[in-house]
């Protein structure tokens, strides 16, 4: 049996967050995000420099944090809740490469049913305890011929397929404290870092495994039908999900340096005459695959970054 609880279904399996903070079109404001950062404060002694998130089955990346303080975001003023397997739902505070980090161990997507200003919330957050550097990771599907399951794309730009129907993060009143009303685009990831990242992808053995391309992202949450990545694929997309696009507009906005990269998981069914599917487990058994590997990618390329200063 099943009932209607806040606009969701609970048939037992998915998770059901409290209605005020899934359906509340109040924006967050200033004074309101400040009194989460209050929080945060008084649990982590110290100010991270950098942010990570970690895409689907891609939280394990924590895992690399020294010293680390864990804190579950139903514990965090204001904080929206996870509600996706594969994104656990914690901040997790600590050491990588000596740089003070916080890892968000889960993020918030459009088709979990926030309001993409409430997806990006913990940006802000992150912008307010001092993060100057903002990692974002996903899991994608490879459009491009080119890409293989557990490939890596450097994003090297976006196609804000949301946004074209009006659906932006920065939509609603603007706050100058953060950043203003009319943010440029076209320099949305900072191309030393990717230029650092191939480099170091080549010194630790994934050189052949790196591409650099175009990532778009749809609302979800189904996957895309034939024609849909014949129109993506036509646009210049080469890697297709349901995140980061609207985290990257909000973190250039308040002007954070933004890396992002998809771990390829799945390759897009672009024919017919097929029995593939792709699947969210398929998904989150490439991350967890690639782990390893992952973690000594951005654990280096972040030791470079710093050690070159490359910056906005
Ligand atoms: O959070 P990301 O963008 O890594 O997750 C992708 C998109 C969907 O949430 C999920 C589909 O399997 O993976
Ligand atoms: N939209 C979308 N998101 C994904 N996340 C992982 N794979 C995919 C995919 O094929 N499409």
Redesign the pocket.
Known sequence: MTTKTNGYQSNGTAKVTRSEEIDSGERYTYELLVETVEYLKKKVPFAPQVGIIC????GSLAETLVNSIEIPYTEIPHFPRST?K??AGSLVFGYLSGLPTVVMKG?F?Y?EGYPLWKCCMPIRIMKLLGVSHLFI????GGLNPKYRVGDIMFVKDHINIMGFAGNNPLQGPNDERFGPRFPPMNQAYNRDIIKLAKKVAHEIGLGDKVHEGVYTCLG??N?ETVAELGMLKMLGADAV????VHEVITANHCDMTVFAFSLI?NECVVQYETTQE???EE??DVGKKREGLLKKFVSEILRQIFEKGIHN
């Open positions: 895409g689907s089955g891609l996706v594969g994104h993020r997507h088709y990771t996903n899991a994608a979800g949450p996957f999900g349901m995140s980061t998981t792709p699947n969210h998904v989150i």
